[in-house]
């Protein structure tokens, strides 16, 4: 159970983010929402945890920005003591094909998948240090670990993503820190829901339980990370349907 403990979910106002706040409420953790512009189903995500019982806020802020990623961890720092568990959620697509990929877009998807996670990491692993306690969860892609064509941006995002996860677990290990990566194959969300229904049958075809998740699947694998996963840092879970392995 994490009754007691804080967790900052980043990027939890839909799909797999709001599926792992629901979970960290279940199990007892108040859950810090945030979200970048969506600041309606983010409200609408807390509100629902409070409703069935659990603990959670929102908090606004756009990861890729240093200053405000900082400003709100002091504020929750103020408001609730510090944070126990930090799962960098946050993540946008900007596809096209190396050849054909701007710089634009290249940088935006670095900006938040990559050094989003980075600002908030800094500055949440701070307030762990002091109570010598953390459990980190980044969440990566099999694409960071396979490559995919169309997702240069993406794929170096998430590959540079798991390298700093365990920079960080051996970094962090010494003061009963864990940091661990989750790294989803093809989840029913938004960000999967605009594939062509002609890459998604193929998609299908190459996962041996024959089906996309569904975010509670991710939310399970982080659930017992933050929870259970006292003897396991710097690990890649491929979440995945068995898609590589
Ligand atoms: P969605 O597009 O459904 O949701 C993305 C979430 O991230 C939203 O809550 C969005 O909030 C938030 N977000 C985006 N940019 C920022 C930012 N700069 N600062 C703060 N929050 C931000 O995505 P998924 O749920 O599908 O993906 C969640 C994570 O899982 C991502 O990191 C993604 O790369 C990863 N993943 C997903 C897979 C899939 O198949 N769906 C597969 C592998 C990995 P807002 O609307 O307020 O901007």
Do not use: W
Not at 135 to 143: E, H, L, W
Not at 181 to 189: D, L, R
């Amino acid at each position: 159970m994490l009754t007691g403990k804080v967790a900052l979910v980043t990027g939890a106002s839909r799909g797999i983010g709001c599926a792992i706040a629901r979970k960290l409420a279940k199990m007892g953790a108040l859950v810090i929402v945030n979200y970048n512009g969506s600041k309606e189903a983010a409200e609408a995500v807390a509100g629902e945890i409070c409703k069935v019982g659990g603990s959670a806020v929102t908090y606004g802020c756009d990861v890729a920005d240093e200053a405000a990623t900082t400003a709100m961890i002091a504020a929750i720092t103020k408001d609730y003591g510090g944070i126990d568990i930090l799962v960098n959620n946050a993540g946008i697509t900007r596809d096209n094909l190396m050849l054909r990929m701007t710089d634009a877009e290249f940088d935006a998807v670095l900006a938040t998948n990559l050094k989003g996670a980075f600002h908030t990491m800094r500055a949440a692993a701070k307030t762990m240090l002091k109570k010598r306690y953390g459990r980190i969860i980044n969440i990566a892609s099999v694409t960071g670990m396979t490559g995919n064509a169309g997702q240069a941006n993406y794929a170096a995002a998430k590959a540079g993503l798991i390298g700093m996860t365990k920079t960080a677990a051996r970094e962090l290990a010494s003061r009963g820190i864990t940091v661990n990566a989750v790294a989803p194959g093809f989840i029913e969300t938004d960000m999967t829901r605009k594939l062509p229904e002609e890459i998604r049958k193929k998609a299908c075809g190459q996962i041996p339980l024959g089906r996309f998740g569904q975010p509670e699947d991710v939310a399970d694998a982080v659930a017992f990370l933050a929870a259970e996963g006292a003897y396991l840092t710097g690990q890649v879970l491929a979440v995945d349907g068995g898609m590589v392995m």
